[in-house]
């Protein structure tokens, strides 16, 4: 890096930032030149425009230089003077100036006055006087200001171009902050003032030594060199910011400095090595492809991870032991999707780790999830249909409930949709068919072949009554062994089964519509009836046709009036039964309440039903639903299920917000009598004293507030039934145009794998057109 001194401009005083910025305001962008068809006939006579061609030994043939200017003179010795908004263009470089002088003899292009010089990469630089050979090729330069992409912007003394591809500046000053609108005169929010800096269009970068890092205009950290990626370009090669842990519960100490390599214009490669102080080290790589007609995803990691972990008993009771699960480990997640055509697309889903405790140990994004998912897939797309063949398998993590030989493997599946347009009698028909072989090492292994048709009818009466009358058969054929076996625990033996269920169902709203409040208000009154007709299935007919798509069973407002309240089709359900509910809903002056109660009844009883299913009787629980919007500053939906033989609610769960973008808080509740998350882990028939009994019985609970600049926020989640604490945490942080900053903690109580969570705490820095820094512990 030359020194100050060394510049032919030799500047003694130096200019503050402000003084560069205010320049640069007043100069403006250089505008696009104008040809003489746009001058009128006066000014075209008076302006020069001419193309220096071959005239200078220093220019190339392949790049001359063409000029306009209002006036042009020449004298003995060979200098050129070009006078009255200059402008000087050279490939796809372009000069402007008040005045400009070139010397035909030496090659040396002089620039005074307003001078702005725009590059083919989208960056203006503006200066007071330049002085350029070869063209625009070589060029120093005094009282810099450029101005880059992403609002960056770099002041300096002087510069000196070398080749057009290096660009060196001394007394420099950099930021991507705009300057306070009231007071000019402050200093940006950060800055960065250095020695001396380059900008190389080459490696696509800005480098600075002898660098002070200033946040309002005090200095915080010095860079002995410091380089960033040149605003001007969107990807280019090169070291990430590096990321520092002091602390980490299974890492320790860490450090991390990933590398960004550019394959070419769609494909870049990210190598991010880590070391640590409690276990070894890992080399993590990104791949990334993007092309005219998909995109891949490829991540992958190797570690030696010294870690040795204990025995422990999950939540049934069973000890699992994990210390073999260290040494040489790994993981592989790749995706891809592809476009074969304006109707057909192809993708993947790949993932697989050596084991949860790496992913735990290391950090791999998706621990703490109960399975790892895989797939591949064909899709089309039609007018009214759709249609999807896929393959699925799982590797399982959570192994507190989680066995990895039980986990199915769907081999293959295939989906398809189809709507019809309305026929001659005013109906519509669709279809609906999803066919899967479902292959377990351990469990019930399937084949289901299903067909779905349906016909739709709406019409209307002068009464106002909108009735839907529905047509539906469903027929399915399996195949099936080691029923005994999770996940329905039935018979044993090898079955061959089909069923066959039509359904009739007659649907009516009868909407009542008045007004109030002088017409600023509405009432609605919908009374809504629907009675369905089904042959009766039965408990008998379920004993011998497996079950993987329809273990839980939803009775609720939003299901009310739903002919399969399963959320399969392995269980249907059937009988003839009717449902009743009442929608009412109050609109006036921004406020609204909207209500729906209901209930169902039913002939046949099913007791094959998992428990609190809410039908267990003739006549059903009722449901209901609210919502209330007082005013823009409230808001509440509670929705439920209550159960009159034993006095208390089945089900229920509720919403709400209130307050102002100042301070605002939200929440929620939610209470089942059973934990629905442990149904699947043995036969229900046979639960004793087991997690599935306990109730869910949790609040959450927000709090967040935005004033000016600055947001703060705190959450929680809590266990009424056990009375204790599930999560919490908060977040503070300040953003404006050109730096973020950001402190996170959390603090969860929930056991993975037969560890406690514990607590985090991340500190972000964002300073614009430089990335992110990040701290945790």
């Known amino acids: 890096m030359p020194e100050p001194g060394t510049f032919p401009s030799g500047l003694k005083k130096r200019f503050s930032f402000l003084c560069f910025t205010l320049a640069g305001t007043a100069l403006g962008v250089m505008s696009a030149p104008v040809s003489y068809a746009q001058d009128d006939q006066s000014d075209a006579a008076k302006r020069k425009s001419s193309t220096v061609n071959n005239s200078?030994?220093?220019?190339?043939?392949?790049?001359?230089?063409?000029?306009?200017?209002?006036?042009?003179?020449?004298?003995?010795?060979?200098?050129?003077?070009?006078?009255?908004?200059?402008?000087?263009?050279?490939?796809?470089?372009?000069?402007?100036?008040?005045?400009?002088?070139?010397?035909?003899?030496?090659?040396?292009?002089?620039?005074?006055?307003?001078?702005?010089?725009?590059?083919?990469?989208?960056?203006?630089?503006?200066?007071?006087?330049?002085?350029?050979?070869?063209?625009?090729?070589?060029?120093?330069?005094?009282?810099?200001?450029?101005?880059?992409?992403?609002?960056?912007?770099?002041?300096?003394?002087?510069?000196?171009?070398?080749?057009?591809?290096?660009?060196?500046?001394?007394?420099?000053?950099?930021?991507?902050?705009?300057?306070?609108?009231?007071?000019?005169?402050?200093?940006?929010?950060?800055?960065?003032?250095?020695?001396?800096?380059?900008q190389d269009k080459e490696h696509v970068n800005v480098e600075f030594n002898h660098a002070w890092l200033k946040m309002l205009g005090f200095p915080v950290f010095y860079f002995p060199y410091f380089a960033v990626t040149d605003p001007t370009v969107k990807r280019h090669s090169g070291f990430l910011i590096p990321n520092v842990s002091p602390h980490d519960r299974y890492l320790g100490t860490y450090f991390t400095i990933p590398y960004f390599l550019v394959l070419d214009d769609q494909q870049d490669l990210t190598l991010d090595p880590l070391i640590a102080t409690k276990t070894g080290p890992q080399l993590t790589a990104l791949y990334r492809n993007w092309m005219n007609f998909g995109r891949l995803n490829v991540k992958g990691g190797i570690a030696d991870d010294t870690r040795r972990n204990q025995p422990y008993i999950n939540t049934f009771g069973d000890q699992l032991n994990r210390s073999g699960r260290h040494g040489a480990q790994g993981y592989l997640f790749a995706n891809g999707d592809f476009s074969i055509s304006d109707h057909w697309r192809a993708g993947f889903k790949g993932d697989i780790a050596s084991s949860a405790n790496y992913m735990r140990d290391y950090r791999v994004p998706g621990y703490g999830n109960d399975v790892l998912s895989s797939n591949i897939y064909l899709e089309g797309y039609g007018v009214g249909s759709y249609l999807r063949t896929d393959a699925q398998a799982y590797q399982g993590l959570n192994r507190g409930i989680i066995n990895n030989s039980a986990l199915p493997f769907a081999l293959p599946r295939f989906t398809y949709e189809f709507q019809g347009?309305?026929?001659?009698?005013?109906?519509?028909?669709?279809?609906?068919?999803?066919?899967?072989?479902?292959?377990?090492?351990?469990?019930?292994?399937?084949?289901?072949?299903?067909?779905?048709?349906?016909?739709?009818?709406?019409?209307?009466?002068?009464?106002?009554?909108?009735?839907?009358?529905?047509?539906?058969?469903?027929?399915?054929?399996?195949?099936?062994?080691?029923?005994?076996?999770?996940?329905?625990?039935?018979?044993?033996?090898?079955?061959?089964?089909?069923?066959?269920?039509?359904?009739?169902?007659?649907?009516?709203?009868?909407?009542?519509?008045?007004?109030?409040?002088?017409?600023?208000?509405?009432?609605?009154?919908?009374?809504?009836?629907?009675?369905?007709?089904?042959?009766?299935?039965?408990?008998?007919?379920n004993r011998n046709i497996p079950n993987e798509d329809s273990f839980s069973y939803e009775?609720?407002?939003?299901?009310?009036?739903?002919?399969?309240?399963?959320?399969?089709?392995?269980?249907?359900?059937?009988?003839?039964?009717?449902?009743?509910?009442?929608?009412?809903?109050?609109?006036?002056?921004g406020r609204?309440?909207?209500?729906?109660?209901g209930e169902s009844f039913q002939e046949h009883i099913d007791r094959n039903r998992i428990p609190y299913s809410g039908l267990d009787h003739y006549v059903s629980d009722p449901v209901g639903r609210i919502t209330i919007t007082p005013s823009e500053y409230f808001d509440l939906t509670a929705r439920g299920r209550y159960n009159p033989w034993r006095g208390n609610l089945d089900y229920g769960e509720a919403l709400f917000s209130t307050g102002v973008p100042l301070l605002r808080f939200t929440g929620g509740y939610v209470y089942e009598p059973v934990t629905p998350y442990y149904m699947y882990r043995m036969n229900y028939r046979e639960l004793r004293n087991i997690?599935?009994?306990?109730?869910?019985?949790e609040f959450t609970g927000r709090v967040t507030s935005q004033f000016g600049?600055?947001?703060?926020?705190?959450?929680?989640?809590?266990s009424l039934q056990a009375n204790k604490a599930i999560a919490y945490g908060g977040d503070f942080g300040y953003e404006n145009d050109c730096f973020g900053l950001d402190v996170i903690y959390i603090k969860q109580y929930t056991y993975v794998g037969g560890e406690k969570r514990g607590s985090t705490v991340l500190l972000n820095f964002y300073f614009k057109t430089i990335g992110t820094f990040g701290v945790n512990g």
């Not at 047509?471 to 399915?476: G, H, K, M, N, V």
């Open 56 to 198: 200078p030994p220093h220019l190339s043939a392949q790049q001359p230089l063409t000029y306009l200017a209002d006036h042009e003179s020449y004298d003995k010795t060979g200098l050129v003077i070009w006078q009255g908004n200059v402008r000087v263009w050279q490939g796809t470089q372009a000069m402007r100036a008040d005045k400009i002088t070139y010397d035909r003899a030496s090659g040396i292009m002089r620039a005074e006055g307003h001078v702005a010089l725009v590059q083919d990469n989208g960056s203006t630089t503006y200066a007071d006087h330049v002085e350029f050979t070869e063209g625009l090729k070589n060029g120093i330069g005094s009282s810099i200001y450029m101005k880059m992409q992403q609002n960056a912007k770099l002041a300096a003394t002087g510069m000196r171009r070398t080749n057009t591809q290096v660009t060196d500046f001394s007394n420099v000053v950099y930021t991507a902050c705009n300057l306070c609108e009231e007071h000019p005169d402050f200093p940006p929010f950060w800055q960065i003032k250095a020695y001396g800096a380059t």
């Open 421 to 541: 347009e309305p026929d001659a009698l005013g109906g519509r028909f669709s279809l609906h068919t999803t066919d899967f072989f479902v292959y377990r090492s351990r469990g019930a292994v399937d084949q289901r072949g299903e067909l779905a048709m349906q016909w739709d009818r709406p019409f209307r009466n002068s009464l106002g009554q909108q009735w839907l009358l529905t047509a539906r058969l469903d027929t399915t054929l399996y195949h099936a062994k080691h029923l005994e076996e999770q996940p329905g625990y039935g018979h044993d033996g090898s079955h061959v089964r089909g069923t066959i269920l039509p359904t009739i169902a007659l649907k009516m709203n009868w909407p009542f519509l008045r007004t109030f409040a002088h017409g600023h208000g509405s009432q609605l009154f919908e009374p809504i009836v629907q009675f369905i007709a089904a042959p009766n299935m039965g408990n008998s007919i």
């Open 709 to 718: 600049q600055y947001h703060i926020s705190a959450y929680t989640r809590r």
């Open 555 to 589: 009775f609720s407002d939003t299901t009310l009036f739903a002919l399969n309240r399963y959320m399969g089709t392995d269980r249907l359900d059937s009988g003839l039964r009717a449902n009743v509910g009442f929608h009412q809903n109050w609109t006036w002056n």
């Open 691 to 697: 997690p599935y009994l306990k109730p869910t019985n």
């Open 592 to 597: 609204s309440i909207d209500m729906l109660v």
